[in-house]
């Protein structure tokens, strides 16, 4: 019970923070709002469509809005990278584990934090969607799934950015990491269909983990664009064999750093 009041206390302070920064909630919310109007009002209807003809600004809402959802958690995962080596770049991880704190609390309030803040963010971006007339055309299951997608997305994304705050010299360089995760994004079926893109671009986004995992997450919302059996399988593969692997790299980070010494 103590390490539970430990690890809610740690949390609220972390999410305070992103909550209560500027910086943060322009880049994690204003910027993909920013986005999706500018994507949808400016580019939606003249992005071609699978079958070579044009897709209304509504239709482009529809297709777009889950790979903004996403791209809205990657954006997040640059600021769990920032706080995890604010803190300990002055200090603040050595003092807590100088104090009567379980070793798996310190770095999971970082981990709950970031989840929690991800999926706020996504919330926020999602109700825009909806002002701008998204309209969710699936089953209560199965936008359920979709949060359940969105939570596993979140936290592999977040295990991913342990390792590099832990070893950055300065959050400067903290973050880098993100960019890899957007680029991903941004080349895959997130915003537009990949069927337009150049045969090699075309053939690295429909390999690469974020198109199965964007493709499921509309389906999930979009029952008429429903994912196969096959496609959600490997979209889970990535994700769970992404925490596995990501989650060990941070553990043995996390021990290089704190537990060896």
Do not use: C
């Not at 790979?67 to 990278?81: I, K, Q």
């Not at 050595?94 to 704190?101: F, G, K």
């Not at 269909?193 to 986004?205: D, E, L, N, W, Y």
């Not at 389906?219 to 664009?225: A, E, I």
Request: charged fraction near 10%.
């Amino acid at each position: 019970m103590q390490s539970i009041k430990q690890l809610t206390m740690l949390t609220k302070r972390i999410v305070r923070q992103n909550l209560t920064n500027a910086d943060t909630l322009i880049t994690v919310i204003a910027m993909p709002v920013f986005m999706l109007l500018f994507f949808v009002y400016v580019f939606g209807g003249n992005i071609a469509t699978v079958s070579g003809g044009g897709m209304s600004e509504g239709d482009y809402l529809t297709y777009a809005l889950p790979g903004f959802l996403l791209l809205t958690m990657a954006m997040g995962s640059a600021y769990t990278s920032l706080r995890i080596n604010t803190d300990q770049t002055t200090g603040f991880l050595s003092r807590l584990h100088s104090l009567p704190i379980r070793r798996w609390v310190i770095l999971g309030s970082h981990v709950l934090a970031s989840i929690i803040f991800m999926l706020l963010a996504e919330v926020a971006v999602f109700l825009v969607g909806m002002v701008m007339g998204y309209r969710v055309d699936a089953p209560l299951s199965a936008v359920l799934a979709f949060w359940g997608i969105s939570l596993l997305f979140g936290l592999a994304i977040t295990l991913l950015a342990v390792p590099f705050s832990l070893k950055a010299d300065n959050y400067a360089s903290a973050g880098g990491f993100s960019y890899l995760l957007l680029m991903l994004l941004f080349v895959s079926s997130a915003l537009m269909p990949t069927a337009g893109m150049a045969k090699p671009v075309r053939i690295f986004a429909n390999h690469q983990p974020m198109t199965p995992i964007v493709n499921v997450a509309r389906g999930l919302l979009d029952q008429s664009v429903q994912a196969s059996t096959h496609t959600t399988l490997i979209a889970l593969i990535w994700l769970v064999a992404g925490i596995i692997v990501f989650g060990g790299l941070s553990y043995v980070v996390y021990a290089q750093v704190f537990l060896k010494k």
